[in-house]
């Protein structure tokens, strides 16, 4: 008998690594993970799960079939689960009012009503989720209509795991967030919740707030941390301009205690799945209040994040002699930061269009995301090839590009690589992880971000 049956519909970057990390701490606990993707499903009973996530394999390989099960029959979960998360996705609604913008519920809301045609017991539905503001209401409303007089208690649960290190933060979060009502039942659900999460969570990082906070500090949390990555990657430009070194000038920023030296890595742009669309939401959530200037102020986070990667390609066809037509470009990484084969809004996919554009011959190498950027570039017209090693891939180019700071590329052998290349031969790190200093001494012209350029020129 186990003492608890939890449910997560979802089986996503996000369900799918939490319901495992909660299945390893409470082996007591039977956790099921559901999703209308059969195929999805099929991957994660398999040798080869849907999703790379370092250490992940290691704990489905010890959970699965003993306390974690993964499986489509949604609706008999619903009736042997009474708690309850969903995960799954909610992305920018491309069609109506607020297309662009505005997160589109229409997974949300039907599972909601999924779970109020099947469930035959009271349930706690945990919004895990990056939702907008209010969601849990329209949420409560739904499930409120129920005519059986079924009772449902909807907290939020926001996830903060970054992909790549996802095992590391569920297993050692900075904090878990958890927001009720402020109701005898509310505070009920969220013991219950709070009781999951302290078998591997110290009690004091375990926070709990009304269900408003929670929902908005989960947007606000990646709103900051997006403005970090734009705010360097602005100064980027003007140290480009300066002859300053931006590492050098993140190094002296970061040193004070009070603004700290994490997440000011300038880049060719951020990607992932999270933070364009949590900006945009919260965009959205100002114009609908009222607040067209607080609109303003986080919506040129994202911005500045589109002019980074333009820059980029500027500055490409600026050293290259103002024609990128014909000349193959190879790049280096396709997924949208190391560690993960995640290529959702990558700033990859974004160089590799505008350079099929200006009608240049693109390779691509990565580890992991090879059959992501394949699907990402598929039906984008032009010359695209995509190439497991990198020395093959590299071979003929007139440029190689670093997209994605993966260990493998700080170790690979430029001197071997600039010999393959057509001359003069250009490298631009858009991830500053090269020894610019070295490969400009083996011949190459190198072009790094927020870096005055080495070239022979
Ligand atoms: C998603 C959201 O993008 C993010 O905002 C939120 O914080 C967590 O959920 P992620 O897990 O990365 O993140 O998304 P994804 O990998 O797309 O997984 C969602 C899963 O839900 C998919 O496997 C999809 O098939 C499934 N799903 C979707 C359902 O099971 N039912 C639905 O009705 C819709
Ligand atoms: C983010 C949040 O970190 C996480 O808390 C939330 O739950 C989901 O969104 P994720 O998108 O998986 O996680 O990765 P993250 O490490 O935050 O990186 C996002 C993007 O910013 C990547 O493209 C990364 O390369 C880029 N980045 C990050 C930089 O360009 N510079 C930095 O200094 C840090």
């Given at each position: 008998m186990?003492?608890?049956?939890?449910?997560?519909?979802?089986?996503?970057?996000v369900?799918?690594?939490?319901?495992?990390?909660?299945a390893k701490?409470?082996?007591?606990?039977r956790v099921?993970?559901v999703?209308?993707?059969?195929?999805?499903?099929?991957a994660?009973?398999?040798?080869?799960?849907?999703?790379y996530?370092?250490g992940l394999d290691?704990i489905?390989?010890?959970?699965?079939?003993k306390?974690?099960?993964?499986?489509?029959d949604i609706?008999?979960?619903?009736?042997d689960?009474d708690?309850?998360?969903?995960?799954?996705?909610?992305p920018?609604?491309?069609?109506?009012?607020g297309a662009g913008?505005a997160a589109?519920?229409?997974?949300?809301e039907k599972?909601?009503r999924q779970?109020?045609e099947?469930?035959?017991?009271?349930?706690?539905?945990?919004?895990?989720s990056?939702l907008p503001?209010?969601?849990?209401?329209?949420?409560?409303?739904?499930l409120?209509?129920a005519?059986?007089?079924?009772e449902?208690?909807?907290l939020?649960n926001?996830?903060?795991l970054?992909?790549?290190s996802a095992i590391?933060?569920?297993?050692y979060?900075d904090?878990v967030?958890?927001?009720?009502r402020?109701t005898?039942?509310?505070?009920?659900?969220?013991?219950?919740?709070?009781e999951i999460?302290?078998r591997w969570?110290?009690?004091?990082?375990i926070?709990?707030t009304n269900i408003?906070?929670?929902?908005?500090?989960?947007?606000?949390?990646?709103?900051?941390?997006?403005q970090?990555?734009?705010s360097i990657n602005?100064?980027s430009a003007?140290?480009?301009?300066?002859?300053?070194?931006?590492?050098e000038?993140?190094r002296?920023?970061?040193?004070?205690s009070?603004?700290?030296g994490?997440?000011?890595?300038?880049s060719?742009?951020?990607?992932?799945s999270?933070f364009?669309?949590d900006?945009?939401?919260?965009?959205?959530?100002c114009r609908?209040?009222g607040?067209?200037e607080?609109?303003d102020?986080w919506?040129?986070?994202?911005k500045?994040?589109?002019?980074?990667q333009?820059?980029f390609?500027e500055?490409m066809?600026s050293?290259?002699?103002n024609t990128l037509?014909?000349?193959r470009?190879?790049?280096?990484g396709f997924a949208?930061?190391?560690?993960?084969g995640?290529?959702?809004?990558s700033p990859a996919?974004y160089?590799?269009?505008?350079?099929l554009e200006?009608q240049?011959e693109v390779v691509?190498?990565?580890p992991r995301?090879l059959?992501?950027?394949?699907?990402d570039?598929?039906?984008?017209?032009g010359?695209?090839?995509?190439?497991e090693?990198?020395?093959?891939?590299?071979v003929?180019a007139h440029?190689v590009?670093?997209?994605?700071e993966?260990?493998?590329?700080?170790r690979?052998?430029?001197?071997?690589?600039?010999?393959?290349?057509v001359?003069?031969a250009f490298?631009?790190?858009g991830r500053n992880i090269?020894?610019?200093?070295?490969c400009?001494?083996m011949g190459?012209n190198?072009y790094a971000?927020?870096k005055?350029p080495?070239?022979?020129?």
């Open positions: 186990n003492k608890k049956n939890i449910l997560c519909i979802g089986a996503g970057y369900g799918g690594p939490t319901m495992a990390v909660i701490k409470c082996p007591d606990y099921t993970v999703d209308i993707n059969p195929e999805r499903i099929s994660w009973n398999s040798s080869r799960l849907p999703i996530e370092p290691e489905v390989a010890e959970t699965r079939g306390n974690l099960f993964f499986s489509t609706e008999g979960a619903i009736r689960n708690i309850i998360f969903v995960s799954v996705n909610t920018t609604k491309a069609f109506g009012i913008m589109d519920l229409r997974y949300w599972t909601a779970i109020l099947n469930a035959r017991s009271p349930k706690i539905v945990i919004e895990k990056t503001v209010k969601t849990a209401l329209a949420m409560e409303r739904i409120a209509s005519e059986g007089g079924v449902f208690e909807v939020s926001p996830e903060f970054a992909e790549g590391r933060d569920l297993e979060p904090r967030l958890i927001g009720s402020d005898d039942r509310g505070r009920r659900a969220r013991d219950t919740l709070v999460y302290s969570v110290p009690r004091e990082k926070i709990t408003w906070s929670s929902e908005l500090s989960k947007l606000v949390a990646n709103a900051f941390l997006a970090r990555v734009s602005a100064v003007l140290c480009e301009k300066t002859e300053a070194d931006v590492t000038v993140a002296a920023v970061g040193l004070d009070r603004i700290g994490r997440f000011l890595n300038a060719v742009g951020f990607g992932g999270c364009k669309k900006i945009l939401n919260l965009v959205y959530l609908f209040y607040l067209d607080v609109a102020y919506e040129r986070v994202v500045i994040n589109v002019y980074q333009e820059r390609i500055k066809l050293a290259m002699f037509a014909g000349k470009i190879c790049l280096f949208f930061k190391a560690d993960t995640d290529t959702r809004e996919i160089i590799a269009k505008r350079l200006e240049a691509v190498t990565d995301a059959e992501n950027a394949r699907a570039l598929a039906g984008v017209g010359s695209v090839q995509f190439v090693d990198p020395y093959e891939a590299a003929g440029a590009c670093v997209m994605t993966w260990d493998l590329y700080r690979l052998d430029y001197g071997r690589i600039w010999e393959e290349m001359k003069p490298l631009f790190d090269l020894d610019h200093r070295r400009f001494e190459f190198v971000i927020g005055p080495l070239t022979h020129f």
